[in-house]
């Protein structure tokens, strides 16, 4: 489910900027998108500040540890005003991790919590309703976030299209390691058996995605079990440690989703920190205030 309707964030940007310590380091799709060939997208001529690039097939990359929730849906916010205005001239992706929250989407999903607010209270886990799709889900240390803000319009990339890549790019990640992860009918995402292992719920506003994919991959799984996940009864969670022979490390499956993200939607990443954002929203603040 995909909603336009806007929300607004209060969190202070360059606050939630320079709180988040910066990483140091650096089964197929469906019809519309068919035989894993990359989606096309849109070449552009333009250039900015160092960041644009002259081929809209290059997109700008930010790495982060681990970031409070409200923070990372600020940043996002903030992304797509520039991107709109054309500050942002490029399509990035944000990937990181959550401190412990549960989100509900547009369908909601209170009902489908199994513990009392008490019990929520004494874990310290808040629940945070947003605009992305979907219904209540969790999220939490060792799950892979990757947020694309893209400019869908530009791009021609139908939503549904859009929606399956992000899929096939975890389908990917998860087979690297020898994981047999699947679609499933049920519910968008990805499946081992009859266990969902990665999650997408996204908004697009004015042609303009956001939020994105979810992928455990060393994630506690006790806290789903709190919850009927994405509102669906009866279904396990998995992570990828789990359905693995061996061993690896967060790091290694950030650098293999990367990868992936660059096949499916044949583009190259361009690399970049929070700092360089700054220079862009001086310049959309400064749009705004004339």
């Known amino acids: ?160 299209d859009f929606v399956s890549a992000l899929e096939e790019v975890m389908l990917r990640t998860a087979e690297n390691w020898g994981i047999a992860a699947e679609r499933n009918d049920a519910n968008r995402g990805i499946w081992v058996g009859p266990k969902k292992m990665g999650s997408i719920g996204i908004a697009v506003r004015r042609g303009i995605s956001f939020h994105g994919l979810a992928l455990n991959v060393q994630t506690d799984l006790t806290p789903f079990s709190w919850i009927q996940p994405c509102g669906l009864q009866d279904v396990g969670m998995t992570n990828m440690q789990q359905e693995c022979t061996h061993t690896f490390s967060m790091h290694q499956v950030r650098k293999i989703l990367k990868e992936q993200f660059e096949v499916v939607f044949g583009i190259t990443f361009n690399q970049k920190t929070p700092a360089d954002l700054e220079p862009i929203f001086e310049k959309l603040a400064f749009n705004s205030s004339v």
């Open 1 to 160: 489910m995909v909603s336009s309707q806007l929300s607004v964030v209060s969190s202070p940007l360059y606050v939630a900027i320079r709180s988040i310590r910066i990483m140091t380091t650096n089964k197929q799709i469906e019809s519309s998108v068919s035989n894993r060939h990359p989606l096309p997208t849109k070449n552009s001529m333009i250039t900015d500040n160092g960041l644009q690039t002259t081929d809209s097939r290059r997109w700008l990359n930010i790495d982060f540890e681990r970031v409070d929730y409200r923070q990372a849906w600020a940043l996002q916010e903030k992304l797509i005003l520039a991107r709109r205005d054309g500050t942002l001239q490029n399509d990035i992706v944000l990937i990181l991790e959550h401190d412990p929250v549960f989100t509900l989407g547009r369908r909601g999903g209170r009902d489908c919590m199994l513990v009392s607010d008490a019990f929520l209270a004494k874990a310290g886990i808040p629940i945070i309703q947003v605009e992305r799709g979907g219904n209540i889900t969790y999220h939490g240390p060792g799950q892979l976030i990757a947020y694309p803000i893209v400019d869908l319009q530009t791009a021609k990339i139908k939503v549904v």
